[in-house]
Nanobody, 123 residues
Framework: QVQLVESGGGLVQPGGSLRLSCSAS????????MGWFRQVPGKEREGVSC????????YYTDSVKGRFTISRDNAKKTLYLQMDNLQPEDTAIYYC????????????????WGQGAQVTVSP
């Protein structure tokens, strides 16, 4: 079955950096568009960044453009999110997702989700 395991979350000061990793198994990783989503209590889950499965095209929500970089290593079946210049408003649980709508960076009924990784940005 599909398994997505996130790692790399933690506590960082404003202006700092973190790199999230998502190790995937149980499906043809290189075929599917993948994404990173985040959620804070009381708010809907939002698409942060997505990457296509064929040509590596990327999407970023406006608030993270120029600060976050999504990438994938198909040989290692791993998805990454490099987060630089982190700000308190980036504090959230970050979820890795497989088989997403790349054009809108949104979940689909068949999207698989990881368990989430907490990212906290605080002085």
């Amino acid at each position: 079955q599909v398994q997505l395991v996130e790692s790399g979350g933690g506590l960082v000061q404003p202006g700092g950096s973190l790199r999230l990793s998502c190790s995937a198994s149980g499906f043809a990783f290189d075929y599917y568009p993948m994404g990173w989503f985040r959620q804070v209590p009381g708010k809907e889950r939002e698409g942060v960044s997505c990457i296509s499965g064929n040509d590596g095209s990327t999407y970023y929500t406006d608030s993270v453009k120029g600060r976050f970089t999504i990438s994938r290593d198909n040989a290692k079946k791993t998805l990454y999110l490099q987060m630089d210049n982190l700000q308190p408003e980036d504090t959230a649980i970050y979820y890795c997702a497989a088989d997403v709508n790349f054009y809108y960076c949104a979940g689909l009924p068949q999207t698989s989700w990881g368990q989430g990784a907490q990212v906290t940005v605080s002085p």
